[in-house]
């Protein structure tokens, strides 16, 4: 349905003469007509359907974090706008931000804008992890685009499995291109060799653990990154792994490569974005920078978060090799079957 900003009639002005009255008489008569549904009240979007425009109170659109919940009262100028809110995740960066991302491809690709994600309740004392968020967002150059901001009426937030839904439009050419140019991509050295960027997932992340939603099994081994890395990246490449200090598995195997363990990761994420290779773990971690990174090769391991046009699947026979062995390193540690 198409919405008529109030802004454009206010800005009408009737300067006298007969002709400018009647003449403002018939576009209010098509502003009626054309709002004859009620387009002015703000439709619930939660748990339904949304695939045509919707119109929803625009809030203030303040990004700072601070004053989202003070910015619910809507929009002193009253303007209607086409678009949805998300809920904000509360877990960490990778997860939240690849969240906001789904939201932000969904208002795409309806037509819509992304308004924001909401953070619902800020008691949670995971709440200043949007703070962190909003750092990454703020250096990435996206902040205007992923921001945080709730509807005046939480019920105007969009259900999660409807943005989620179609994985095969998520990461869309005419989306990734859309949202890549407004990153605020780092300058690189025009000398530098070809660089490769690995992500090994560690931390929390051992044989034993799950995914989520998925039963598929997370770890990828050592002996993984080692093939992915013999068979993708030229014998020239400058390697550097970024993973975590806990790690199931020694690091030291890869001391012939650049290793960080405790990085930023606002640090880590500008060496992804501009890597000529990236080399993926089964984390949303490393899923941002990588849909970001304009003309990297991304080698990507299939689990549940389906992969970006372009980027490359490792063979079967290495992640075949790798989740045995994960297995195995799962009996000798007696910490659950494999599914
Ligand atoms: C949502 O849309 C799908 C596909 O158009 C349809 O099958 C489904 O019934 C709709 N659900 C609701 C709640 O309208
Ligand atoms: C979005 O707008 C474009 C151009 O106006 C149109 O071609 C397309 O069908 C619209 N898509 C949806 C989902 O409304
Ligand atoms: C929010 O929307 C729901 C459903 O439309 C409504 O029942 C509720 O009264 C609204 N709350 C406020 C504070 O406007
Ligand atoms: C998912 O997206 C693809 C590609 O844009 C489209 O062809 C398909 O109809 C969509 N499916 C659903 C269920 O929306
Ligand atoms: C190799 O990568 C590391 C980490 O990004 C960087 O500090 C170093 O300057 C790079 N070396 C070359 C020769 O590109
Ligand atoms: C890891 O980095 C954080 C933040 O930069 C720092 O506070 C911490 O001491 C570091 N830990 C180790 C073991 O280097
Ligand atoms: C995977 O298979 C290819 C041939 O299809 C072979 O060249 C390669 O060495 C194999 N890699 C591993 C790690 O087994």
């Given at each position: 349905m198409p919405i008529i900003g109030t802004r454009s009639?206010?800005?009408?002005?009737?300067?006298?003469?007969?002709?400018?009255?009647?003449?403002?008489?018939?576009l209010?008569?098509?502003?009626?007509?054309k709002n004859a549904n009620p387009?002015?009240?703000?439709?619930?979007l939660s748990k339904r359907n949304s695939s045509s425009a919707l119109a929803l109170k625009a809030d203030s659109l303040g990004s700072d974090v601070k004053g989202v919940h003070q910015n619910m009262r809507g929009n002193s100028e009253g303007n209607q706008l086409k678009g949805i809110y998300s809920k904000a995740r509360t877990d960490r960066s990778g997860s939240a931000i690849l969240d906001m991302m789904y939201a932000h491809s969904y208002a795409f690709h309806n037509n819509m804008t992304y308004l924001g994600a909401c953070w619902t309740n800020p008691e949670d004392n995971r709440y200043q992890r949007v703070e962190t968020h909003q750092h990454l967002l703020i250096g990435l150059g996206l902040?205007?685009?992923?921001?945080?901001?709730?509807?005046?009426?939480?019920?105007?937030?969009?259900?999660?499995?409807?943005?989620?839904?179609?994985?095969?439009?998520r990461w869309s050419s005419k989306w990734l291109a859309y949202?890549?140019?407004?990153?605020?991509?780092?300058?690189?050295?025009?000398s530098a060799s070809h660089q490769t960027a690995v992500h090994i997932r560690r931390g929390d992340v051992d044989p034993c653990t799950r995914g989520g939603a998925s039963i598929k099994f997370r770890y990828?081994?050592?002996?993984?990154?080692?093939?992915?890395?013999?068979?993708?990246?030229?014998?020239?490449?400058?390697?550097?792994i970024y993973s975590q200090l806990k790690s199931y598995e020694s690091l030291g195997d890869f001391q012939k490569y650049n290793v960080f363990?405790?990085?930023?990761?606002?640090?880590?994420?500008?060496?992804?974005?501009?890597?000529?290779?990236?080399i993926l773990s089964r984390s949303s971690f490393s899923f941002v920078p990588a849909?970001?990174?304009?003309?990297?090769?991304?080698?990507?391991?299939?689990?549940?978060?389906?992969?970006?046009?372009?980027w490359k699947t490792v063979p079967e026979n290495i992640t075949k090799q790798s989740d045995f062995d994960s297995s195995r390193l799962r009996a000798a540690a007696g910490c659950g079957r494999s599914p």
């Open positions: 009639l206010r800005s009408l002005r009737v300067t006298g003469g007969i002709l400018m009255f009647f003449l403002l008489l018939t209010l008569g098509q502003f009626y007509v387009v002015l009240s703000v439709t619930s902040a205007e685009e992923l921001k945080f901001a709730c509807p005046a009426n939480f019920t105007d937030i969009l259900d999660s499995s409807i943005y989620t839904h179609n994985g095969s439009q949202i890549r140019s407004r990153v605020n991509y780092p300058e690189r050295i025009a990828l081994t050592n002996a993984y990154y080692q093939a992915v890395i013999d068979t993708f990246v030229p014998t020239n490449s400058n390697v550097t363990v405790n990085t930023s990761m606002a640090d880590t994420w500008r060496e992804m974005m501009t890597a000529d290779t990236i849909i970001l990174n304009k003309h990297g090769t991304v080698l990507y391991a299939p689990f549940w978060i389906p992969k970006a046009n372009g």
